[in-house]
């Protein structure tokens, strides 16, 4: 089954894919230039890695090896700035995780369902899980086999995310592209060069994994998933823009039509109810 995104107006994504073959360095990309870190009288890797000339993210197809040469020079360097700027904003980090732990970020019946299905495994509690994943969304929206929907995430734990990565967003750490055809978002890893390793981050996406991804995925998909086939993920973030012409030359507008290399492939939209956009929508063929 292949798919397309297509946006109209800004739209940000978080995407979890459950991978047959390990591919956490599957996104390396190629070297573009020169440095100022050598010239620094520092020992802060945050203040090293803000001097660095980041490589701009051009093509959009094909572009998983871009810029190669510079991330796996400086990729070490990079995952010691994130530690660096988790160690700075630790008080603020911890106060986000401990609201939204106070009041939960998933979705309460979708993370009642799963819970009651750890606690008492049944053909009953799975069947109470698989009952909120929709194969339509709505009055003559059929999905395509294979494809199903849920609200995952609470308002609360949109706004959680949300907030962690504008937190991010400010370090000036240099940050990798997520794929090759989307240039705008980040990759979501403690392990792979460029990414956003801030553990927060790691840690919700690494629950999202266990506690949904992988066992709603052997649910849904049981004659696909053999054993094992599922322990790897690769997660990023994908942001559009097309509110008008002239962003649309510089901004991811929509995606080509592609396949994952995934088992499992999981899409959450990380846009508030009360934001008004149009567009977001996913084709499947």
Request: aromatic share 8%; with cysteine.
């Amino acid at each position: 089954m292949s798919y397309k995104h297509s946006m109209t107006t800004n739209f940000m994504l978080l995407m979890v894919c459950s991978l047959l073959l390990a591919c956490t360095v599957a996104f390396a990309q190629q070297s573009s230039g020169m440095t100022d870190a050598c010239n620094t009288s520092t020992d802060s890797p945050l203040e090293l890695a803000r001097v660095l000339r980041m490589p701009q993210a051009i093509d959009t197809q094909n572009a998983e090896f871009e810029n190669e040469s510079f991330w796996n020079e400086h990729g070490s360097l990079i995952q010691e700035a994130w530690k660096e700027w988790e160690i700075e904003h630790a008080t603020t980090l911890s106060n986000l995780n401990d609201d939204v732990k106070e009041q939960g970020w998933i979705e309460t019946s979708l993370a009642k369902a799963i819970d009651d299905a750890f606690t008492n495994p049944s053909e009953e509690t799975e069947a109470a899980v698989k009952s909120l994943w929709k194969n339509n969304k709505g009055t003559n929206k059929v999905l395509p086999k294979g494809v199903y929907a849920t609200q995952l995430l609470s308002p609360r734990g949109v706004s959680y995310l949300r907030n962690l990565f504008d937190l991010a967003s400010t370090s000036g750490s240099p940050t990798r592209r997520p794929n090759g055809m989307n240039r705008y978002g980040v990759i979501l890893d403690s392990n792979v060069h460029g990414a956003v390793s801030v553990q927060p981050l790691v840690e919700a996406v690494e629950e999202i994994i266990d506690r949904i991804v992988r066992p709603v995925g052997r649910m849904l998909f049981q004659d696909r998933i053999r054993c094992k086939d599922d322990l790897d993920y690769y997660a990023f973030t994908i942001s559009y823009d097309g509110t008008s012409a002239s962003s649309a030359q510089s901004k991811d507008t929509e995606l080509k039509e592609h396949r994952d290399a995934s088992v499992v492939t999981l899409n959450i939209n990380l846009n508030l109810p009360e934001e008004e956009y149009e567009g977001s929508d996913v084709f499947f063929r």
